[in-house]
Nanobody
Framework: QVQLVESGGGSVQAGGSLRLSCVASEYSYSRAWFRQAPGKEREGVAFIVTARRDTYYADSVKGRFTISQSEDKNTVYLQMDSLKPEDTALYYC??????????????????WGQGTQVTVSS
């Protein structure tokens, strides 16, 4: 059972930055960040294969967000720059054995964190 704990959320103005962290209790093959805004479906934001450092991003965040991991692979980060009001959501960390092109389907993930709120004001 992989336990995931997110941190780093908060409130910023548009154009600002935040860095989210997700600490895992044990190794997992792949990790991802999802987000869910009120009344909307959960959507994939960024993904990393921890063994190979392969990364994928949603089109809406490419060039603004960066997913990375610590050397020991237990912590995954999401650096969020040039934030927009539409980035406001509850951000979740997820873990599982996911292969590349299917990374954005939340039903494929076995483990989830509790979420951290990101609010971007205009």
């Amino acid at each position: 059972q992989v336990q995931l704990v997110e941190s780093g959320g908060g409130s910023v103005q548009a154009g600002g930055s935040l860095r989210l962290s997700c600490v895992a209790s044990e190794y997992s093959y792949s990790r991802a960040w999802f987000r869910q805004a009120p009344g909307k479906e959960r959507e994939g934001v960024a993904f990393i294969v921890t063994a190979r450092r392969d990364t994928y991003y949603a089109d809406s965040v490419k060039g603004r967000f960066t997913i990375s991991q610590s050397e020991d692979k237990n912590t995954v980060y999401l650096q969020m720059d040039s934030l927009k009001p539409e980035d406001t959501a509850l951000y979740y960390c997820a873990a599982g054995v996911i292969y590349g092109e299917h990374w954005s389907d939340p039903s494929d993930y076995n483990y989830w964190g509790q979420g951290t709120q990101v609010t971007v004001s205009s």
